[in-house]
């Protein structure tokens, strides 16, 4: 049944669809509980059908918006990167692009920032929850080109103090 859920969200025609297929989720939860599954795999299948969502939105964001002007990563974080999620998880995610110079990075930016803000939009009717803190590709800290993360990471190490630690432990 798990896999028949993903292999639905990976193939569906339109947003509507994934969202409705991700409401199913919890029903396929309950029955994997009830039928005595441990934890551990069932926050593993929680977090396959996000994994398939946020792939399949992808997907259906770059058909709306044409095709990415150069290569991109979109990062599942938090628990959802983990493997750990729960039913009441909300989404921590982040885009990192690679332009072909850093003079195009802020050229380039406002794709996928659209491109973050239509996934994120869409897990959040799906039933991830858009995280309170922004930790989402949406937001221009979380969706940036590969220097700039550099920099972050740099920061975060070299910082070490409490913000920059929350971040990176989520990160």
């Not at 993903?6 to 409705?20: M, N, T, W, Y």
């Amino acid at each position: 049944e798990a896999a028949l859920l993903l292999d639905k969200i990976a193939h569906a025609a339109s947003p509507e669809e994934v969202i409705h297929r991700c409401r199913q989720a919890p029903l396929l939860v309950k029955s994997l509980l009830d039928s005595g599954a441990q934890t551990r795999p069932v926050t593993r299948l929680i977090s396959a059908v996000c994994d398939a969502a946020t792939a399949r939105f992808l997907e259906l964001a770059a058909r709306d918006l044409g095709p990415a002007p150069c290569p991109f990563v979109f990062l599942a974080l938090g628990s959802q990167g983990r493997r750990e999620m729960t039913l009441f998880a909300d989404q921590d995610n982040a885009l990192i692009f690679d332009p072909p110079t850093l003079a195009d990075a802020s050229a380039l930016r406002p794709y996928f920032l659209t491109l973050g803000a239509k996934v994120c939009a869409w897990l959040d009717q799906a039933g991830y929850p858009l995280c309170q803190g922004r930790i989402m590709a949406q937001n221009e800290k979380w969706c940036a080109a590969l220097a700039d993360w550099e920099r972050i990471a740099a920061e975060w190490i070299h910082k070490a103090e409490p913000q920059q630690l929350l971040e990176f432990n989520i990160f």
